[in-house]
């Protein structure tokens, strides 16, 4: 299992999921993507792109260590890391499956979500600041050109699961709509827990996600 984190986070922020995995027998990898944690590029450079160079470069380590079944790699993401996982998830044939925890999905929500706490009106202000955060990420002309969302949502190489929460203050729960009705996720999975990082702590998240692995296995 290669744990995602999300934007402005690191590693640490990926422990919650590690004891369940650990317990059920899973090898977990947890890293700091670039620009983040104890990463070494500068925050400045920080892209979307850093985060699937981030996810792409694991993966290579990982299938090249003998000891570790780089048959069954599992990504899970959380926010935007799960937006990159799913475009990673989009091209390589390595993964043998992918949930995302908490994914924006639309470039307005991406950088929404990098803004963090920041308010200002969206009239007529909003735009302008919600353009500087996509530049600042990366993510548009990159994601018009060939990370198109829209399609990179529709073309999931491996069997993907979406969980959200319907309760998420930073990336509210229409951003599922899309996984609803244009896109090829097998299940999306809405939880009732509060904020943006607690999905995990609804009762049911580890069955859903176990059964989802085992039906995984079989396709």
Not at 48 to 63: A, L, M, N, P
Not at 85 to 103: C, E, F, Y
Not at 134 to 158: C, P, Y
Not at 178 to 199: E, P, R
Request: net charge neutral.
């Amino acid at each position: 299992f290669l744990l995602v984190h999300g934007w402005n986070s690191n590693k640490s922020d990926m422990l919650r999921y590690v004891d369940s995995l650990l317990a059920s027998g899973y090898d977990v990898i947890i890293v700091d993507a670039l620009g983040h944690g104890q990463s070494d590029l500068i925050q400045k450079q920080v892209s979307i792109k850093s985060f699937v160079q981030s996810i792409t470069s694991t993966i290579d380590y990982v299938c090249e260590r003998q000891d570790i079944n780089s048959n069954a790699i599992y990504l899970l993401g959380h926010s935007l890391g799960g937006t990159a996982a799913s475009i990673v998830n989009a091209t390589d044939s390595r993964i043998q499956a992918l949930i995302t925890d908490s994914m924006p999905t639309s470039l307005k929500s991406i950088s929404e979500s990098m803004a963090g706490k920041v308010t200002i009106p969206y009239i007529p202000f909003g735009c302008l600041f919600v353009s500087w955060f996509l530049l600042r990420g990366g993510v548009f002309l990159k994601a018009r050109r060939e990370w198109r969302l829209e399609e990179i949502l529709k073309n999931q190489q491996s069997p993907a699961l979406a969980i959200h929460s319907i309760q998420d203050n930073k990336v509210p729960i229409s951003n599922v709509d899309v996984l609803l009705n244009d896109s090829n996720f097998k299940q999306v999975v809405k939880v009732a827990t509060k904020g943006h990082h607690n999905c995990v702590k609804d009762e049911y998240f580890w069955a859903k996600v176990f059964h989802f692995i085992v039906s995984a296995e079989g396709i």
